[in-house]
């Protein structure tokens, strides 16, 4: 099956700080990737959707100045926390899909903003 | 207002025996339906799908069920492994949106 890499797999930082987190499609042209986000016994939140070489759509109540995220190439989208706080601690987990069938899901990002 | 919905948080099967997880939509407008293992800090992996011109769909030990008049669908594990033991996700879609929404999930614990 298609694979979807993220790195990196764990991150603790200070508040106020930035953490970039890469998702990476292996071995497939990603035409659409999503970022969630994931709280201790709860579902997945869909944060974005992006297209390669263009914004990102934000679902609502998500700060788009505050999650960045950009899909430069086919195989790479980037979400940056800015400026992280305590609550911004997450597990997030990147999707890619080719067509509109099936999101193949990277490992996760473990981010622990102290 | 949660349009996907997994109302049974946790589920133990003996192995060897069926394992049968729910998920009810709300939304009649979503027409594929996807489901998910995942472990502890992992990411989700894809297990079975089925689109709403279906009714069942079936790959190994997995079968999903879809019944639109009730919006409602299951997995079917049989026979349940130990392996098996995991979180499941179910997901909805709107062909062409892109855009999944997951249940809750069901933790799985199958009994060796």
């Known amino acids: 099956g298609a694979v979807v890499s993220q790195h990196p797999s764990r991150v603790i930082c200070k508040s106020g700080t930035s953490v970039k987190i890469e998702c990476r499609s292996l071995d497939f042209q990603a035409t659409t990737m999503f970022w969630y986000r994931q709280f201790p016994k709860k579902s997945l939140m869909l944060m974005a959707t992006?297209?390669?070489?263009?914004?990102?759509?934000?679902e609502q109540g998500v700060e788009k100045d505050k999650f960045l995220i950009n899909h430069a190439s086919l195989t790479l989208s980037t979400l940056t926390v800015t400026s992280a706080h305590p609550e911004d601690s997450s597990f997030y987990i990147c999707s890619a899909t080719s067509d509109a069938g099936t999101q193949y899901f990277g490992p996760g990002t473990r981010l622990l903003v102290l | 207002d949660q349009q996907v919905k997994q109302n049974s948080p946790s589920l133990s099967v003996q192995e060897g025996r069926i394992s049968i997880l729910n998920c009810d939509y709300t939304n009649s407008m979503f027409d594929y339906f996807l489901w998910y293992k995942k472990y502890p800090a992992e990411g989700p992996t894809f297990l079975i799908s089925i689109s709403s011109i279906k009714d069942k769909n079936e790959d190994g030990r997995f079968t999903v069920f879809l019944n639109k008049s009730a919006k409602h669908l299951s997995l079917h594990i049989v026979p349940s492994q130990p392996g098996d033991s995991a979180v499941y996700f179910c997901?909805?879609?709107?062909?062409?949106?892109?855009?999944?929404?997951f249940g809750t999930g069901t933790r799985l614990k199958v009994l060796a």
């Open positions: 992006s297209n390669e070489g263009s914004k990102a759509t934000y």
């Open positions: 997901a909805a879609s709107i062909t062409g949106t892109y855009k999944y929404i």
